[in-house]
């Protein structure tokens, strides 16, 4: 019964993190050997840039006399503020905790589920066909259809087509299914038409059933990842993270590295608020939270923190990407300059600020002011030198990612039936 694998997705999940190395060396250095709990943490990243605050409720794994875990037992405590991954309380103890059997738990946050969530693994419904008026003779109507089986298709004075990914493409395959190039003067009413569906057009979300989904949304995100992680191997393995001599697949890895860092931190911030909000489905998925906490951590910046920070590792990959791409200007550095004029003294201007740090001067009249205005509106943008054993240990964050990002969509899957 899909109720019933609830708690034993839980208990699989602890069971795994149980097995951890990093668990095991926790456990010997507490040197754990009483009655107890150990509470997991229900936040493993630095939060920074989130609208929730971290659930009050924490899984707890029962410790027997001689230091053995049940995880077959498990409970969720509540009542302490925990910073830690993981924190051992002696039953007993003074710590204010409010104990709870899994099961009440379980079915208290079930009734707390909701629809938005599932959301995530609704299917996309990409049948909606969108029209759109041509003010023109030639040609009175476009159709976006995207079941259709061929980019473009012509039939009186209604054009067909699949897909407005490229007008280029479009307007070739317009002449040639009119057999005769296209008048001047229809390229404009085409090309608004074209823009005109492109912003209307929209595709249908369908919340689940009873039964899992076929293509949820999650699970296409899934895929996106896992494509990327696959490109990101590859140029990897090619250039060894050094931006010589494999150049051309060193730059690759910088383009992919920053496209998925950009994705993956917006994720990874909307699973973190979902398991506030939600935090059923970290318990179904605490395992995973874990591995992509410790491969954060392995990063050679995140010794900074005692958390990972997604800013700092997206800071550190645009930084990285910078280098290489916006070098076009040979300047390192903010420059300044004193100008000695008759009237205002000395006046000091700070060409090339990184562009992060730029500063708007002070409104002042003067002779030159717009060449001024001019020279001050270059920018650099900010760069950093990034080891090669960076990029190896962010393949672990990347796959890491994609395994939590699974694994939510698994977890909600089951919960959706669960209710």
Same mark, same amino acid.
């Given at each position: +019964? ?81 910073? *830690? ?29 909701? !629809?938005?969530? +599932? ?45 407005? !990914? ?29 823009? *005109? ?120 990959? *645009? ?78 964050? +990347? ?21």
């Amino acid at each position: +019964m899909p109720k019933e694998a609830v708690p034993e997705q839980i208990e699989n999940a602890v069971q795994a993190l149980t097995k951890r190395p990093d668990f095991e060396a926790w456990i010997k250095g507490e040197k754990i050997a009483g009655d107890g709990l150990v509470l997991i943490n229900n936040s493993f990243i630095y939060r920074q840039n989130l609208k929730t605050n971290k659930s009050p409720y924490y899984l707890a794994v029962p410790v027997a006399p001689g230091g053995t875990l049940d995880t077959k037992s498990l409970k969720v405590a509540e009542g302490l503020h925990i910073n *830690n991954d993981l924190r051992f309380v002696k039953t007993g103890g003074k710590a204010p905790l409010v104990v709870e059997e899994l099961a009440p738990s379980i079915d208290r946050e079930l009734g707390k589920l909701g !629809a938005i969530v +599932m959301v995530l693994i609704g299917e996309v419904d990409n049948s909606v066909k969108t029209s759109e008026a041509i003010p023109h003779s030639l040609f009175s109507q476009i159709v976006l259809d995207p079941a259709s089986t061929t980019l473009l298709s012509a039939h009186e004075q209604v054009i067909t087509i699949q897909s407005v !990914a490229d007008d280029e493409a479009l307007w070739a395959q317009l002449e040639k299914a009119h057999g005769a190039a296209l008048p001047d003067d229809f390229a404009q009413p085409f090309a608004t038409a074209i823009e *005109n569906v492109r912003k209307r057009h929209y595709a249908i979300l369908k919340l689940p059933g009873r039964t899992p989904p076929e293509s949820p949304l999650l699970d296409s995100f899934v895929a996106a990842f896992q494509d990327t992680v696959r490109q990101y191997e590859k140029s990897l393995k090619a250039s060894r993270g050094l931006p010589t001599p494999r150049t051309s697949d060193f730059n690759d890895l910088l383009r992919i590295a920053y496209n998925f860092a950009s994705d993956a931190v917006h994720i990874i911030r909307l699973l973190v608020s979902l398991c506030d909000l939600k935090p059923i489905i970290r318990w179904c998925t605490i395992d995973e939270w874990f591995r992509l906490a410790d491969a954060f951590r392995s990063l050679p910046w995140s010794k900074l923190k005692q958390k990972p920070s997604l800013d700092a590792y997206q800071q550190t990959i *645009n930084a990285a990407r910078n280098r290489a791409f916006h070098r076009l200007l040979p300047v390192d550095n903010t420059l300044r300059v004193d100008l000695e004029g008759k009237t205002l003294g000395i006046v000091t201007l700070h060409l090339f600020p990184e562009y992060l740090a730029r500063r708007t001067e002070e409104t002042i009249e003067y002779e030159d002011k717009a060449l001024v205005e001019i020279l001050t509106d270059f920018t650099r943008v900010g760069e950093r030198s990034v080891s090669p054993q960076f990029w190896t240990r962010n393949l672990a964050v +990347m796959k890491s990612t994609t395994d939590l990002l699974t694994a939510t969509s698994s977890a909600l899957k089951l919960l959706a039936i669960a209710q």
